[in-house]
């Protein structure tokens, strides 16, 4: 059995952080691995996570209501399998932008020894209830590392990578 990966949440005040600010402490569901954990404007809190074997597994995403268990998760990665966890600067990187949609980018699985792995990107759907079509980033650049996004409130959205 898998260890339970386990999440900080500090709550917060300002931007001054208090020695007694209360710290709760929340496995990963699913026994995920490499969460990524976010805070919306509502406070709700949304995690996305790992699953699977470290060559080939899938991206999962949730959200706690303070007070409330999880929702169902959804699958991140429309493609199973596509997305790996090889590695610390692997793992799912996310972000909340404009109208609380949630921004997905994550390194690809290799399907084939000649293929480049790719750096994916989706966001969560307008109604909330699943997530886009997974994109290719990436072109003929090899990827080496991780990659990183960012969104604003007036719907930008930033992808970068790492590759040679």
Same mark, same amino acid.
Request: charged share 20%.
């Given at each position: 059995? +898998?260890?339970h ?5 500090? &709550?917060?005040?300002?931007?001054? &952080? ?5 710290? =709760?402490?929340?496995?990963?569901p699913?026994?995920?691995? %490499?969460?990524?954990? /976010?805070?919306?404007s ?11 074997? =470290? ?9 706690r ?15 199973? *399998?596509?997305? &790996?966890?090889? *590695? ?9 932008? +404009?109208?609380?949609?949630?921004h997905v ?7 084939? +020894? ?9 966001? /969560?759907?307008?109604? *909330?209830?699943?997530?886009?079509? %997974? ?16 969104a604003?409130?007036?719907g930008h ?5 790492? *590759?040679?």
């Open positions: 059995m +898998k260890p990966v386990l999440i900080a949440l500090a &709550v917060l005040s300002g931007s001054r &952080v208090s020695p007694a600010a209360p710290v =709760e402490i929340l496995p990963t699913g026994q995920g691995v %490499q969460p990524r954990a /976010l805070v919306a509502d406070g709700s809190l949304q995690l996305v996570w790992y699953e699977g074997s =470290e060559k080939g597994g899938d991206l999962w995403y949730a959200k209501i303070e007070g409330r268990n999880f929702s169902k998760p959804l699958q991140v990665n429309g493609e199973p *399998g596509t997305a &790996v966890s090889a *590695g610390t600067i692997r793992g799912a990187q996310a972000v909340i932008g +404009k109208g609380e949609r949630v980018v994550w390194n690809g699985a290799m399907r084939h +020894k000649r293929d480049r792995a790719p750096l994916y990107y989706t966001r /969560l759907a307008a109604d *909330g209830k699943t997530f886009e079509p %997974q994109r290719a980033m990436s072109g003929d650049w090899i990827m080496d590392g991780g990659g990183a996004v960012a604003d409130s007036l959205v930033h992808v970068f990578y790492h *590759g040679a």
